[in-house]
């Protein structure tokens, strides 16, 4: 059974900082590339930044709202996907997922979900 | 970036009902599109994705089609458990992005 489970959400002031994190299991995590979408009420469904497995290059994108601001890392070693948020904002607030895919198969495995609320 | 049009955003539609919903693309995407359904308080699932391709597990009853800059979802004989809401998104080039849904409810 393929299982995606999603960590260290919570609640952040305006310019505060959080560590993401996606635990793995039921698919060769090595092989997978993995991607980070966030639903928020205004925005819907947004894709956040993908990166891919190290067979395909390693290649990291992230959407415009958030480059230079987060950071998606993955320790093949211990199956989990990484999501760094710095100098987070409001709009930043949303239930964040992390999934398996990116490519032109789709999303195929969706965690759970993790809630980010940046409020003063 | 691509933007993806979905319509109708809003749909009602009874038990055994053909629902048809549509994706327009900004640009052509040849057949790079996929399809998901999203009930409440879940994660989104994928049920289609290269525009027609089924994933596994998912009933026969849903169906793809298109390419290019148009695309349709097709749910042949509607079920209960069908009412949802039901994404669209591009997989042709970053960043990737979704239309903005198609709520699926019971008349």
């Known amino acids: 059974e393929v299982q995606l489970v999603e960590s260290g959400g919570g609640l952040v002031k305006p310019g505060g900082s959080l560590r993401l994190s996606c635990a793995v299991s039921?698919?060769?995590?090595?092989?997978?590339?993995m991607t980070w979408v966030r639903q928020t009420p205004g925005k819907g469904l947004e894709w956040v930044a993908l990166?891919?497995?190290?067979?395909?290059?390693?290649?990291?994108d992230y959407a415009a709202p958030v480059k230079g601001r987060f950071i998606i890392s993955r320790d093949d070693s211990k199956n989990t996907l990484y999501l760094q948020m710095n100098s987070l904002q409001t709009e930043d607030t949303g239930l964040y997922y992390c999934?398996?895919?990116?490519?032109?198969?789709?999303?195929?495995?969706w965690g759970q979900g993790i809630l980010v609320t940046v409020s003063s | 970036d691509i933007q993806l049009t979905q319509s109708p955003s809003f749909l009602s539609a009874s038990v055994g009902d053909r629902v048809t919903i549509t994706c327009r693309a900004s640009?052509?995407?040849?057949?790079?599109l996929a399809w998901y359904q999203q009930k409440p308080g879940k994660a989104p699932k994928l049920l289609i994705y290269?525009?027609?391709t089924l994933q596994s597990g998912v009933p026969s009853r849903f169906s793809g089609s298109g390419s290019g800059t148009e695309f349709t979802l097709t749910v042949s004989s509607l079920q209960p458990e069908d009412f949802a809401t039901y994404y669209c998104?591009?997989?042709?080039?970053?960043?990737?992005?979704f239309g903005g849904g198609t709520k699926v409810e019971i008349k």
């Open positions: 999934t398996t895919g990116g490519g032109w198969g789709g999303l195929d495995y």
């Open positions: 039921g698919v060769t995590f090595t092989n997978a590339w």
């Open positions: 990166i891919k497995s190290k067979a395909a290059g390693g290649t990291i």
């Open positions: 640009q052509g995407i040849s057949t790079y």
């Open positions: 290269t525009a027609s």
């Open positions: 998104q591009q997989l042709n080039s970053y960043p990737l992005t």
